[in-house]
């Protein structure tokens, strides 16, 4: 089994990293990976680039501190991690929907790393769409998608709640905006215009920022980055729950 | 090396049932497979789902038969066929350009099996596009791509010119209408508003059209209706070049 063979690997390669350090027992965490998928019609589609690697080695890394992992994903091909509770969705409505079953007790830690797409299609065409002859152009008209990560923090559906930010200019920027408007604990800013990095590859470069503080990542591979993370993660929640 | 095991496995599989003939020596077939990705801007694009599979299987059921095959997909999760020439390309401009390169000389053979996009987008955004947050619908005009396999029909880019229709209603209807059209000499018609078969599964059922004759497959795996296909596109392009 060429998947559980793959899997083994990743784990055992996350594992040793880990050093066996459980001190995440008893939390839930719930963690969104990969792109959305919002259909036009029964044979087309809109996306994001998303290989869902990020969203994975966290899901893996907190699990393996022994957090319970809910890792909710859009389609990608990415085997699931060992011990984490996988659930598949297509659209950022299920993606919604399925955040909020997950969170019906209130989570201790929600990751945002899906790329979710901002727009949907206003109405799904549910036979395909022909090409009109006469017609050269066509329009979608397209309406706002639910805010998953907004709504889940106005919601309070998690003590902490991490967001990212992949954008292609004035990535701090951005990123700062977005911690404050949606009332984030923490956002994880990559730029993806640099091909080096994020969008399908196995390494990523990050600026993590709180209220409070900035701190830049090393280049690392997706799996290193996702263990410093959880670090992070967990040494601010801890410190914001003492207060 | 888990990809070169795959690809054994496959090639074994269908070299089984091909039985070493090597009938298409000499012939150049020029095959298109997956689907095609337009740009929306750098992080979003449009689509249509298709795995590849049966564009694959077509490439190396017509590679084992000993035919000089160039393969030319879009994004998909497959190994390359052994023995093919695969040239991957995003969008359907791209599609277009490498099969015209690929058919410089004219080919003998060229099947359309990818799902190419209808439209493309009027202006490809190079930044990120945000959201408005006093717009709440967001217009997107797209325009018509390149009729690729119509193009290379009237260019006479092959002697033998194969289409394939996937249609969700009316499905022999639009594929009849499609061959006579693009001016093709044969059109594979299937439905996709059928879960079982087509998009994303291993199994596939069509309907073969000429101008003169029709054919129903069977319900079988895309591996073994790539072997009955090969057949019955070489059997009537020797037809037509003996007319």
């Known amino acids: 089994d060429i998947f559980a063979y793959v899997e083994q690997y990743f784990h055992h390669k996350v594992a040793d990293q880990v050093n066996g350090t459980k001190d995440l027992t008893g939390q839930d965490w719930v963690i969104t990976a990969g792109p959305t998928m919002e259909a036009i019609d029964p044979v087309r589609y809109i996306s994001n680039h998303s290989s869902g690697k990020m969203g994975f080695a966290l899901a893996q890394a907190a699990q393996l501190r022994g957090a319970n992992v809910t890792l909710i994903s859009g389609p990608v091909n990415l085997p699931a991690p060992n011990g984490v509770n996988l659930i598949t969705i297509k659209s950022a409505d299920d993606m919604l929907a399925a955040c909020q079953q997950a969170m019906t007790n209130q989570a201790d830690v929600f990751i945002g790393a899906a790329a979710v797409a901002d727009f949907k ?18 329009q979608l008209t397209l309406v706002k998608n639910p805010d998953i990560i907004a709504t889940l923090a106005s919601q309070k559906g998690a003590k902490y709640i991490v967001g990212f930010a992949a954008e292609t200019q004035d990535v701090i920027h951005y990123a700062k905006d977005k911690l404050a408007r949606k009332g984030l604990d923490m956002i994880i800013a990559n730029d993806v215009s640099r091909t080096d990095i994020g969008f399908n590859q196995d390494q990523n470069q990050v600026t993590v920022l709180t ?9 690392a591979t997706k799996n290193q980055l996702a263990i410093q993370l959880v670090e ?11 207060k």
Request: hydrophobic share 30%; no cysteine.
């Open 121 to 138: 299609m206003k109405a799904i065409n549910h036979q395909k769409m022909k090409k009109q002859s006469n017609a050269d152009e066509m």
């Open 232 to 242: 992070h993660i967990h040494t601010h929640f801890k410190s914001t729950l003492s």
């Open 211 to 219: 209220k409070e503080q900035t701190w830049s990542s090393e280049l």
